[in-house]
């Protein structure tokens, strides 16, 4: 049974850092694609970032957001940081069960976590 937990949200301050983890069970991440998206009050959910054989970010986040992957806990994590109240959100993390098959298209992905409140104010 595929299974996404995301972890790591929290408050912070404009500027600050937060480091979020998406545990996966059920596949392995390191052979199928895993992506962040968020989703802030009243819009519609975003790509964030994509990782398969390759990373991918969202021009909104790009030099602030990183997303890595750790093979040996099967988890993609998201280091954000230099936050802006803009990124106020909830993240999530998405599978799609094939390789090299990165989309910010949220419709493509089956796999969802449950999600993680992000919020950046002072």
């Known amino acids: 049974q595929v299974q996404l937990v995301e972890s790591g949200g929290g408050l912070v301050q404009p500027g600050g850092s937060l480091r979020l983890s998406c545990t996966a069970s059920g596949f392995t991440a390191a052979s199928n694609t895993v992506a962040w998206f968020r989703q802030a009050s009243g819009k519609g959910r975003e790509g964030v970032s994509c990782?398969?054989?390759?990373?991918y970010y969202a021009d909104s986040v790009k030099g602030r957001f990183t997303s890595v992957r750790d093979n040996a806990t099967n988890t993609v994590s998201l280091q954000m940081n230099n936050l802006e109240p803009e990124d106020t959100a909830v993240y999530y993390c998405?599978?799609?069960?094939?390789?090299?098959?990165?989309?910010?298209?949220?419709?493509?992905?089956?796999?969802w976590g449950q999600g993680t409140q992000v919020t950046v104010s002072s």
């Open positions: 998405a599978a799609i069960l094939r390789g090299d098959a990165c989309s910010f298209n949220k419709w493509e992905y089956r796999h």
């Open positions: 990782l398969s054989t390759r990373t």
